[in-house]
């Protein structure tokens, strides 16, 4: 189903700008009326990370007139081997401004608008209805969400992407012509059971894989060629190398954009409802958490400890805290593991950052582990206070 275009094409082409975009203005499906719609386009990229690193340069260069960029995060090393945008001299930096700086370079015609803030229930609205369309690069269920609601509500189109280890998902989600995020995902998956990038990894390239389909149907959507991504979704499996389009359909049960919504404006808080650790975790770490601080106090006094790492080997591989030994949370989870687990000594669980932790905590009293307790933070936490010689990833 082809859509008419998004956006209305600028007067004119300067001298400049023809001979920046000859590339273009040659394809006859983009020519000169296409690189005019793309002058005068608003796309606003989320996060300035894995998937807006490329998706900013290549909307960048392809002369989309104004580029937003929200970003509330610095330019971390870990950043580096992904966020192409960003380079060993802006770290520290704020993400916004330094991929601001990045697109100056690449083009100078652009004009850039700095959103350094993180994107919120009080301010989404107001910041989407400046652009044309979302780039939506996000890394986290509960702005994912807050993001399709505000796009819906706007009745703005946006271009999704997801990546995971060799992993990726893209689609076009815009209400009125289509599927919403919610059609295709009602609920956020359970808490602790989709690891993020920082728990569980991405192969760089992955991003640019799936940042490019995005800025692909960027442009198609702007200039109205082609047949834009609504209603499908592209699954890429980069070890197979092998792209899947699934049909999505709008449900009329949609919670949001269905016949009978019941989400008809922005929830209150989006971390809430996509909970960042579940219920049961939640109340087996009342009273059952101590900090990494704390932790070290408890080795320094010679308390007899039973420290448990419940993270994969991978990461295992990285970094530990002296005196800990691997148990994975699956096998902590499926029981496998309780046998080894001691009744005689003070059980302390930790992760990378205390969500992991949490729900092995949860099975462990579940199991009769009473007094056991996880380190609020793990290991990230470890070693920004007690020990910062270690890597952190
Ligand atoms: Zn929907």
């Known amino acids: 189903m082809a859509l008419p275009p998004l956006v209305e094409?600028?007067?004119?082409?300067?001298?400049?700008?023809i001979r920046r975009y000859s590339r273009h203005l040659i394809i006859p499906d983009v020519g000169m009326d296409g690189q005019k719609r793309l002058k005068n386009s608003k796309v606003l990229v989320v996060g300035a990370g894995g998937l807006g690193s490329p998706a900013l340069l290549y909307l960048a260069a392809a002369g989309v007139g104004t580029l937003g960029i929200v970003d509330f995060d610095t330019v971390d090393e870990s950043n580096l081997q992904r966020q192409i945008i960003h380079g060993v001299s802006d770290i520290d930096r704020p993400k916004a401004e330094s991929a601001a700086a990045s697109i100056a370079e690449v083009n100078p015609l652009v004009n850039v608008v700095i959103h350094n803030t993180a994107l919120d229930v009080d301010n989404v609205k107001e910041i989407f209805s400046q652009y044309d369309l979302i780039v939506d690069g996000t890394d986290n269920f509960a702005t994912r969400y807050m993001v399709n609601d505000a796009a819906v509500l706007l009745g703005k189109p946006y271009v999704w992407g997801s990546i995971y280890r060799f992993d990726g998902q893209a689609s076009v989600f815009w209400e009125e012509h289509g599927p919403c995020y919610r059609c295709l995902y009602p609920e956020p998956p359970p808490p602790g059971m989709v690891p993020s990038c920082?728990?569980?990894g991405v192969l760089g390239v992955l991003c640019a894989s799936i940042g490019s389909i995005q800025v692909n149907e960027a442009i198609k959507l702007l200039t109205g060629i082609g047949e834009p991504l609504v209603g499908r979704l592209m699954v890429y499996d980069a070890l197979e190398m092998e792209y899947r389009k699934i049909k999505v359909r709008k449900d009329p049960n949609c919670a949001l954009c269905g016949d009978n919504p019941t989400v008809t404006d922005l929830l209150e808080d989006y971390e809430d409802f996509c909970g960042a650790v579940s219920a049961e975790a939640e109340e087996a770490t009342l009273n059952a958490t101590i900090t990494a601080r704390e932790l070290k106090d408890?080795?320094?006094?010679?308390?007899?400890?039973f420290l448990v790492d419940v993270r994969e080997p991978a990461e295992w591989e990285i970094n530990r805290i002296p005196g800990a030994t691997l148990i994975p949370k699956g096998e902590i989870l499926s029981g496998e593991a309780l046998s080894r687990f001691p009744q005689d000594r003070q059980i302390v669980l930790h992760c990378k950052s205390g969500v992991r932790s949490?729900?092995?905590?949860?099975?462990?009293k579940a199991?009769?582990?009473?007094?056991?307790?996880?380190?609020?933070?793990?290991?990230?936490s470890w070693v920004n206070t007690v020990d910062p010689s270690q890597p952190s990833y």
Do not use: M, N
């Not at 094409?9 to 700008?17: G, H, I, S």
């Not at 949490?358 to 462990?364: C, N, Y």
């Open 9 to 17: 094409p600028a007067a004119e082409l300067t001298v400049d700008e």
């Open 198 to 200: 920082a728990e569980g």
């Open 298 to 305: 408890w080795q320094d006094s010679g308390k007899d400890l």
């Open 358 to 364: 949490a729900e092995a905590l949860a099975a462990l």
């Open 367 to 380: 199991a009769g582990f009473k007094d056991a307790v996880h380190v609020q933070g793990g290991i990230v």
